[in-house]
């Protein structure tokens, strides 16, 4: 009988890649779907030449986001394969499309228990995660915005005030020491962890070059509607980091649903014309949820073939920092990167 049961175990486990993969499809089709009236209009207002290359650097900027979370999870001493980590990452960002924000750091969680990383541990790589996105768009615009789309920023000043708290966020006892005195409060053992500060570096790198990329991403739609000169370049990357910033920080929008597209209409207005600026923003809302679902379903695919935890590994801590290898019980340890 337990023979069966763990035939059927084993059995269950091979087959869930493949129906996580189907539900990713199902699910991003009818995201897609139910978008595609601004998929449509985006097609005829920009063209297809500009929208194909605007597709390609979403998803390319959408990727340097993971490698944010990754770079934090490896501060936090939380080892795993890469494609694993890229994997449940991508198909989790599916779950910002709901309401609330529970839904990705669950599926995070979830990940945690299978590589041996405490859940509180993996709360606070998405803290940190959100920290880093929010910090790194606010000083690319606050760096960029002022000189390139001065007349946008009328009545988004709010927004600003919140860049000081967020730079304190980045050190790397910070996020934790919050999340102790809120374990305190509710009687739990304290994180007491510390994220490596070359990884913190690390993440911050690659939340820059996000904003890079995706603003690349806004640069090539505002061209082609009639956007010229270096301001245009420095209202686009300005723009989409106050953008995701804002819609970040306003918890009740799914994905920043409507607040990311009034920013991005108060940057490039000015510019290109209200109508225009829409467009773009409707266009790039519909193309960051395509590079969503593109890399949801490539994570899906990559989970399933990547490698996995065989019957005589391990999970536990390495004793050095907070750092968690895959330990094979055969008595050889792996570092999994």
């Known amino acids: 009988m337990c023979i069966e049961a763990r035939e059927l175990k084993r059995g269950i486990r091979k087959g869930l890649p493949a129906l996580v993969g189907l539900v990713v499809l199902a699910a991003g089709a009818w995201l897609i779907y139910r978008d595609r009236s601004g998929l449509a209009a985006a097609y005829d207002d920009v063209g297809a030449g500009s929208l194909l290359i605007s597709a390609l650097l979403a998803v390319l900027g959408t990727a340097c986001i993971e490698r944010i ?31 609330g924000s529970v839904w ?15 859940r509180r541990n993996m709360l606070a790589a998405n803290l940190i995660m959100l920290v880093v996105v929010s910090v790194s768009g606010l000083l690319s615009s606050a760096v960029l915005l002022p000189w390139a789309a001065r007349a946008g920023l009328h009545g988004l000043g709010w927004v600003f005030v919140l860049l000081v708290p967020l730079v304190a966020l980045l050190h790397p006892r910070a996020v934790p020491a919050l999340l102790d005195a809120a374990f305190g409060l509710l009687h739990r053992e304290p994180l007491r962890l510390r994220v490596d500060g070359r990884r913190m570096w690390a993440a911050m790198g690659w939340g820059f070059l996000t904003w890079v990329l995706l603003g690349a991403h806004l640069l090539v739609m505002t061209r082609a509607l009639g956007a010229t000169g270096a301001d245009a370049i420095g209202a686009a990357i300005g723009g989409m980091g106050l953008a995701f910033a804002a819609g970040l920080l306003f918890i009740p929008a799914p994905a920043g649903a409507g607040l990311r597209e009034a920013v991005l209409v108060a940057t490039f207005g000015p510019e290109i014309g209200t109508t225009n600026a829409l467009a773009v923003a409707v266009a790039s809302r519909v193309l960051l949820l395509v590079a969503d679902v593109t890399l949801a379903l490539a994570g899906a695919l990559v989970g399933r073939t990547g490698p996995a935890l065989s019957a005589g590994d391990t999970p536990r801590s390495s004793g050095v920092g907070n750092e968690t290898e895959v330990v094979d019980t055969r008595g050889s340890v792996r570092d999994e990167d």
Do not use: D, E
């Open 69 to 99: 979370w990754a770079s934090v999870l490896r501060g936090l001493g939380t080892r795993a394969p890469a494609r694993q980590v890229a994997g449940v990452f991508f198909v989790s960002q599916l779950g910002k499309y709901l309401p």
């Open 104 to 118: 990705p750091v669950l599926a995070q969680i979830q990940f945690g228990r299978r590589v041996g990383a405490p």
